[in-house]
């Protein structure tokens, strides 16, 4: 039997409200008969069709689409068996860019003038009376800050940090929530508004007011009534607020302070202003992935030091705690949060800068519960003071983190490998916080551009981040200067360049504009993302090229080579104690980055069709590629050797035979002579297994990944993290920091992905799973047997449905049991065996003994 097992519209089964007028469908399908595939489908949206053979991204083209309308969508396939399946699912459109019929409001007594904190939240409230049969109710709501509507006092809909973080200037969601079920004939809604990206404290340097001077606020409630009557309720002078509510203080770095004492029915209110908005962006209906609350953690020890209750709750992660207390009216709880403790068993707060990561909570009298609205820490411990702990009732953590759907999993007979895995999830799930993050404690929490540029295969075989990633890139694309050059941190919001260079390329930060999309691609097939920035790409190559080539000639016009302190070189390698030492790398990382990023914007070119272009790029890419041997000295070695510099041209293929073959050879005895510890920064982690493996060091790759001496993934593993550090020596032996002054600013923290980039390596090399054809229409399964591993497992939702490989060493060969989604083609080989190719079904493959 043939079923569609998944209809999406812009990514989502269910609650899509677009403003895309051209949405895209796509569809998974299942079936009992191997070898399956579609014959034919077609699509009806609003009386348009499209007959096609395609599942994956359809774009309406049919007539304009009304606002506020929901729409059926019809599917009908017929697979090469013959066999058919029909499927439906509706989704509504947005606004369509009708004007709002409401004013943005604020509280036009609060002045807020004081630096490095966040404002106070503002509270808004509108009673209103509903007097006939109610079909439906809609609220239409975004603002300046982060906002939660409460109607009837029932917090609307689950989003945090609504409406998300955006370059705020230039786009800004707005969310849709249906209430109709929270109405009653006599109705009071309050909406807080803390100051979130927009005008609480961001960055390090604690700026505020970024992107207005105070919070505004601008809803619509749409209340379409039985008898078809409809009526808008929208945010004006009549609606009132306060900034004497129960949140008494909201910061995503500093925590919150709410005050029970005080309920919102008997705030008292003054009322609301009109606010002059100063930014004027394009207000869309959320296309990214908002923040949703996940797992719930419990305590696994609770202990008692010098009056402090502390809670370990296992997992480092990020998100919030909620806890239920019996309490005394005017009792005041505190409680802070920190990753890792002192020796004495005390949270060490250290890494965490200026970030109080503090709760301050004032009890009612009797038992209450609480969880905070407008902040989210990383942690793994919590203190709690000023309560005994008898009269805590429940206590649990929360993971706070962008709707996404997980889709990779790998799974081994080695146990501290599946540590690592789950690190790199965890890291993972912490940073995507709305937008990619750099951390989830400290006082950054930023866009951080690198940092996603280089985990960027990892997340997209981890989770569907197909709306998450095209919402950043979208800013990106936004704030790339007028000079091509990226910002390293996106939204800008308040940091973006070093203050010295404002108008540069950036190395490896600024290829997030290529790489990103390039990964989004191959995982999930969907070529609009590359047709959408590839003129961003080209415009930032062409920044690189002009970069490199400023003040030098010949081939040594690809050598990229300004000023070190402004790139960010080999960022954190391990092998060299200096900041300014990872950055005095950047010749050789610049260089190579510059060879890459051409070669896949030629790729991207000949893709959608541009044979000019991608030949003009194509030869950026062989200079660059030719420059780089200028490096070598005349035996092959670079003059400078670091594990990175051969890393780079030897996975990016930019050295001639002959050149390649010394550098990995001396790559293999750098890697040896090292112990096996790695030695790379950002730029080579992702690679450098790739590079041994690939080269017929195949065990040389294992040594190194199940090396648990420091540095390396398994040392973290053995010290029992259960996230990625930001430093491979981030604990000593004796589980303390060891980082002295490194030109860092104690830059140290224990929840950072980028170096978590190996697990591509795990699901590529290890699992063997690799897509041949973007999305996974056709793909690779050739496991890297080795490491003393017996068993690996791993499983990838891919757009066009599930795929699992699962293959085990047993006495007499290898066993591979192996799934293939309708639509799809895996092509299947073990070393020297011949390539098999299979259709959709499930299998079991043996390879006999001698392999
Ligand atoms: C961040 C990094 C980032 C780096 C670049 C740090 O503070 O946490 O992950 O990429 O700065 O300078």
Not at 39 to 51: P, R
Not at 327 to 352: S, V, Y
Not at 454 to 470: C, Q
Not at 665 to 682: A, C, D, P, Q
């Amino acid at each position: 039997m043939l079923q569609i097992t998944k209809f999406t519209c812009e990514n989502l089964e269910k609650n899509c409200v677009t403003d895309k007028k051209h949405p895209a469908f796509s569809y998974q399908l299942a079936s009992d008969l191997e070898g399956t595939f579609v014959e034919q489908a077609k699509l009806t949206v609003n009386g348009w069709t499209l007959e096609t053979r395609d599942q994956i991204a359809l774009e309406y083209q049919g007539s304009s689409l009304q606002p506020f309308t929901e729409y059926e969508a019809e599917l009908m396939v017929v697979d090469n068996h013959g066999q058919t399946a029909t499927a439906r699912m509706t989704f509504e459109t947005g606004r369509l860019a009708r004007p709002w019929q409401a004013d943005w409001i604020t509280d036009g007594s609060y002045r807020f003038v004081e630096k490095r904190i966040s404002p106070k939240p503002m509270t808004f409230h509108k009673a209103f009376s509903i007097k006939k049969p109610v079909r439906s109710a809609k609220i239409y709501a975004t603002a300046l800050g982060i906002y939660t509507i409460f109607v009837n006092e029932q917090r609307a809909g689950q989003d945090y940090f609504a409406p998300g973080f955006t370059s705020y200037k230039t786009n800004l969601q707005y969310q849709v929530y249906d209430v109709t079920h929270q109405l009653s004939d006599e109705n009071h809604i309050h909406v807080t508004v803390a100051g979130g990206w927009a005008v609480g404290s961001f960055i390090y340097t604690r700026k505020n007011r970024i992107t207005a001077d105070r919070q505004a606020l601008l809803m619509e409630l749409h209340v379409t009534y039985e008898d078809g009557e409809q009526e808008v309720i929208v945010s004006d002078e009549s609606w009132s607020v306060t900034t004497e509510g129960p949140w008494e203080m909201a910061d995503f770095y500093d925590g919150e302070s709410y005050n029970a004492t005080k309920e919102l029915h008997s705030l008292s209110f003054h009322a609301a202003s009109k606010e002059t908005v100063s930014i004027h962006p394009c207000i869309s209906s959320t296309y990214g992935s908002l923040v949703k609350a996940h797992e719930v953690f419990y305590p696994q020890t609770i202990r008692q030091e010098a009056g402090e209750i502390i809670y370990d709750f296992g997992q480092n992660f990020a998100g919030l705690v909620q806890l239920t207390v019996r309490g005394k009216k005017g009792q005041q709880i505190t409680i802070r949060h920190a990753e890792i403790l002192h020796p004495d068993g005390r949270l060490n707060t250290t890494f965490l800068r200026t970030a109080k990561a503090t709760l301050t909570y004032t009890c009612r009298e009797g038992l209450q519960t609480y969880r905070p609205e407008f902040t989210y820490m990383g942690f793994r411990y919590i203190s709690v003071s000023g309560i005994e702990v008898e009269d805590i009732e429940t206590i649990s953590a929360i993971a706070l983190y962008s709707d996404i759907e997980e889709t990779g999993s790998f799974e081994s007979s080695n146990s501290q490998l599946n540590q690592l895995q789950s690190n790199i999830v965890w890291s993972s799930k912490s940073n995507f916080v709305d937008i990619p993050t750099d951390c989830p404690q400290r006082d950054e929490r930023m866009g951080w551009t690198g940092d996603i540029a280089v985990f960027a295969p990892t997340a997209t075989y981890l989770f569907d981040m197909s709306r998450f990633l095209d919402k950043w890139l979208t800013d990106v694309k936004n704030e790339q200067l007028p000079t091509g050059g990226i910002p390293n941190t996106v939204p800008v919001q308040g940091f973006g360049f070093p203050v010295t260079m404002p108008t540069m390329a950036i190395d490896f930060w600024g290829d997030a504009c290529i790489l990103v999309p390039w990964a989004q691609y191959q995982a999930r097939g969907d070529k609009r993302i590359l047709a959408r920035y590839y003129p961003m790409m080209k415009k930032y190559v062409d920044a690189c090229k002009f970069w490199a080539g400023l003040g030098s000639f010949g081939l040594h016009r690809y050598i990229w080579h300004t000023h070190h302190s402004l790139h960010f070189g080999d960022w954190v390698a391990p092998d060299v104690p200096q900041m300014s030492q990872w950055q005095k790398r950047s010749k050789y990382t610049a260089t190579a980055s510059l060879k890459n990023t051409s070669q896949l914007v030629a790729e991207i070119a000949r893709l959608l069709g541009f044979e000019k272009d991608a030949k003009y790029y194509q030869q950026i890419s062989q200079k660059t590629a030719q420059a780089y041997e200028e490096l070598l000295t005349t035996n092959g070695r670079l003059k400078e050797e670091f594990q990175t510099g051969y890393v780079l041209p030897i996975y990016y293929d930019l050295l001639s035979e002959s050149a390649k073959k010394i550098a990995v050879e001396r790559l293999v005895s750098m890697v040896k002579e090292n112990g096996y510890k790695i030695g790379t920064g950002f730029p080579g982690t992702p690679y450098i297994l790739f590079a041994l493996a690939d080269n017929g060091y195949e065990e040389i790759a294992y040594k190194m990944l199940l090396n648990d001496t420091c540095p390396s993934w398994l040392y973290e593993v053995k010290m029992g993290a259960t996230t990625i550090w930001e430093r491979w020596d981030g604990l000593d032996e004796n589980g303390q920091c060891p980082i002295g002054d490194d030109g860092t600013d104690q830059m140290i923290s224990y929840n950072h992905y980028a170096s978590g980039a190996v697990g591509d390596f795990l699901y590529r090399r290890i699992a063997g799973l690799e897509p041949l054809e973007a999305g996974y229409r056709r793909f690779k399964v050739a496991p890297l047997i080795g490491g003393g591993l017996t068993e690996v497992k791993a499983r990838y939702a891919s757009a066009y449905g599930e795929i699992a490989v699962h293959w085990m060493v047993e006495d007499n060969g290898i066993r591979l049991l192996l799934q293939v989604p309708v639509g799809t083609q895996a092509e299947v080989s073990l070393n020297s065996y011949e390539r098999q190719v299979y259709g959709s079904g499930k299998y079991e493959i043996r390879w006999e003994k001698s392999v």
